[in-house]
């Protein structure tokens, strides 16, 4: 039993972390599906959900009105979630420049986006988040895009700015890993969701978002999937932000990690034959949320396997365990860095997942916090 129980761990974790990116690199490279891009100018409806962001607010909106499209085509509302510093203010500065304040009672995010999806006008809506800065022809980028009848939803590519310790570079290292994956399944058919601080949608396509929802930028552009259109990403629109450190981005994990419960709950055909995708979605979301069981089954297992092999892989194991465990006290200059810093942010990251399985009892609202840039 023993020899069962970890043999099928081991798979899993070798399939979601190494088998399954690899074998969708060889899908997307066979199958690739080109997005038909054109120059398309739509009207656009900019919404920026803000909740006591006067710290960055005034470069954004600056930054927003700095995009390379056309005048008088793009609406920018910030939907201020009843902050209670400089934000309103602020955005007042901007209202000569076409810039409309919404004043929101605090009720989250997505009560403030469903506000802001009521006022809008236009074609195309463009979600952003307030501390990121933007290229100036992302907008442009996204709506050529979304000239391709068959493409509902593009994301743009979140870049993060050099990193200083070995830690935020290696959540970093995870980042990109992640976009790599991302590319592959726009090139197959379809991501699964959107960069949150960075993504278009054709406005006909998006629906009320539930009060307590944690992933916005998956709700919504799944709503377009599920009418049969593809969701894509375009790396040449892009948003800049600063690194994180590790647990800054292991509450940020737990959030997004639990909203996919949410989002699991909200649309079951994820895991049905409804799903087009359903391989990719099992593989890479579904995945990410039992691996962290798989980890603590392969190590339990180990101990019950004959000898020596157990004693030779359970000491490997409780090796990279100890490896993590003894990163933060290290320090940057140490060379065993370049092997216990990695190993750290991915137990961290496995610790995020298993921490996330607490949506399952507690309201989704308790996942909110602020993320900060290092």
């Known amino acids: 039993m023993a020899i069962l129980v970890f043999s099928i761990s081991a798979l899993l974790v070798l399939w979601v972390l190494f088998g399954y990116p690899l074998v969708l690199h060889l899908l997307a490279s066979r199958f690739a599906r080109p997005v038909h891009k054109s120059e398309w100018t739509p009207d656009v409806s900019v919404l920026l959900a803000v909740k006591n962001g006067e710290r960055y607010l005034r470069a954004k909106l600056e930054t927003l009105l700095a995009l390379d499209y056309p005048a008088g085509r793009m609406r920018i509302l910030v939907l201020s979630d009843g902050s209670t510093d400089g934000t309103a203010g602020i955005a007042r500065e901007f209202s000569d420049r076409g810039v409309e304040l919404l004043e929101l009672p605090a009720g989250g995010k997505c009560e403030a986006l469903n506000a802001g999806l009521r006022a809008a006008t236009g074609e195309v809506l463009f979600y952003t988040d307030v501390r990121q800065d933007l290229a100036p022809g992302s907008l442009r980028e996204l709506t050529a895009c979304l000239a391709d009848p068959e493409v509902a939803v593009v994301s743009g590519e979140l870049i993060i700015r050099g990193a200083e310790s070995k830690e935020a570079a290696n959540v970093g290292l995870y980042w990109r890993y992640e976009k790599w994956i991302r590319k592959n399944l726009s090139r197959l058919d379809s991501i699964h969701g959107a960069t949150g601080c960075i993504y278009a ?31 894509v990403f375009e790396d040449k629109a892009r948003a800049y932000d600063y690194p994180t450190q590790l647990d800054a981005e292991f509450k940020r994990k737990v959030r997004t990690l639990a909203g996919n419960y949410q989002i699991l709950g909200a649309y079951p055909r994820l895991l049905g034959p409804g799903n087009r995708m359903w391989l990719h979605f099992v593989s890479h979301k579904v995945g990410r949320l039992v691996m962290p069981f798989a980890l603590i089954a392969l190590l339990i297992s180990s101990v019950f396997l004959p000898e020596p092999w157990n004693w030779g892989l359970l000491g490997a194991q409780l090796a990279f365990y100890l490896s993590a465990g003894l990163d933060p006290w290290l320090p940057e200059s140490f060379p065993l860095k370049r092997i216990t810093s990695p190993a750290r942010v991915f137990v961290v990251l496995m610790a995020a997942s298993f921490c996330a399985a607490s949506i399952l009892f507690v309201p989704g609202r308790r996942f909110w916090t602020e993320t900060r840039a290092s």
């Open 201 to 231: 949608m054709k406005r006909e396509y998006a629906v009320e978002l539930p009060a307590e929802a944690l992933l916005d930028d998956m709700h919504q552009p799944l709503a377009a999937f599920f009418e049969g259109k593809r969701l």
